[in-house]
């Protein structure tokens, strides 16, 4: 009997043991430089000249965020884009990067999905200049975990491909095959969508810069990053990854192609109607995505843009693209809304608020939704919220 005691308590002791080192790995791991939860930040109030050095200056960027957290300044770099008119997900990176290299990675919960989760995308990318790729498959595992729904999931894990591409000095096939360590298909394709995204948005292209077409100076900008993965030909890189690369890859052309038509939505139509068949709607709805984006929140201005798709599933696909990108959290409802009753087409409309109301079912919460259900039409109220069936 005290031999069988004796076993257990050593077997007692070795599992103890085992969760202490697990945890103090973890620790290590992720170690947060201050807690959330034992944060009180003062409310944000800036001068004029203040919002000017948030966009400038860097020193007073991390001053602040330091201060008031980085939820409250991304409120307000997300107001000045309105005001002032520029794309405040670049923006949003840095501030995701600053506030990994103060909060560690308490980061992922102080930021914001505001500008397009960027902050969390830049968080993601500090925290792999800083922990590296050695223990890729348990780091990308557990820094996405706690996410509440596909929707979060996803962002953060394209913020990952992000990260991995910034990582790995843009080796487009590097970072790529480094997200195929995720354990889902969907994991995989929304980390690749953030190394296309990266590409395109996070990089230079080579050739322009040598060509003289980007004036920048390597020697006195060491922010600027290269990437080989970038050319004239409006399908590139999307023509030479594999092809389960290839859909992700469609998902962010258009914001190249953009580039090189000087921001002529009706090629960049044509040039989708080149993609393969099965890559199209991806191509469309980023197309959509870009479409709102240059629209300075006018539906009528989005609704107008899609009409250079065929009308059918290529329109219908941008149309999704754009609505989708109004409605990134619960400021966004009204917007979403109003940009489904200004369309007449049956299809059309089905296909909107089908889009939005899975939407809302990711960002908002029990008692939001039913107020929001309560707007669409009462067609639609039963998929919207199904305890009115």
């Known amino acids: 009997m005290k031999k069988i005691y004796n076993r257990r308590r050593i077997i007692l002791l070795f599992l103890f043991t085992l969760f202490l080192i697990c945890l103090f790995s973890i620790i290590r791991l992720f170690p947060n430089r201050m807690v959330p939860n034992q944060i009180n930040f003062p409310i944000l109030k800036l001068t004029t000249k203040e919002e000017a050095q948030l966009l400038s200056n860097d020193s007073f960027l991390l001053k602040t965020i330091k201060k008031y957290g980085p939820a409250q300044v991304m ?36 930021c914001s999905s505001l500008c397009h989760s960027g902050c969390f995308h830049g968080s993601i990318e500090a925290f792999f200049r800083d922990k590296g790729t050695a223990n890729l498959q348990m780091n990308l595992q557990l820094l996405c975990a706690n996410e509440k729904n596909g929707f979060f ?21 590097v970072a790529l095959r480094s997200c195929d360590v995720l354990d889902t298909d969907a994991h995989r394709a929304s980390c690749w969508s953030g190394v296309f995204m990266e590409n395109v948005v996070g990089a230079l292209a080579k050739n322009e810069v040598n060509s003289g077409q980007k004036s920048v100076n390597r020697v ?58 099965v890559n199209q709607r991806s191509c469309f709805q980023s197309l959509g995505r870009e479409v709102d984006g240059s629209s300075n929140n006018d539906v009528i201005v989005a609704i107008q843009k899609c009409q250079y798709a065929p009308y059918g599933d290529a329109r219908t696909n941008c149309l999704i693209g754009a609505v989708q990108d109004t409605f990134w959290d619960p400021s966004g409802q009204k917007e979403a809304l109003s940009f489904c009753e200004k369309l007449t087409d049956n299809a059309e409309v089905k296909a909107c608020y089908d889009t939005i109301i899975e939407r809302a079912g990711q960002v908002l919460d029990n008692k939001a939704l039913n107020t929001f259900c309560n707007k669409v039409p009462v067609s639609s109220q039963v998929s919207c919220n199904p305890s009115k069936s």
């Open 75 to 110: 409120d307000k770099i997300n107001m000045l884009s309105t005001q002032r008119n520029f794309n405040c997900h670049l923006e949003a990176h840095k501030v995701g990067r600053v506030t990994y290299g103060v909060f560690g990675s308490s980061a992922f919960e102080l």
């Open 153 to 173: 999931t996803h962002q953060c894990l394209h913020g990952v491909g992000h990260g991995l591409m910034a990582w790995s000095d843009y080796q487009l096939f």
């Open 220 to 277: 006195t900008d060491p922010n600027l990053h290269y990437t080989s993965f970038l050319n004239d030909d409006p399908q590139f890189p999307c023509n030479i990854v594999e092809e389960k690369y290839r859909d992700g890859c469609y998902f962010l052309q258009p914001t190249r192609m953009l580039q090189l038509f000087n921001y002529d939505f009706e090629r960049v139509a044509n040039e989708c109607l080149k993609a393969p068949v």
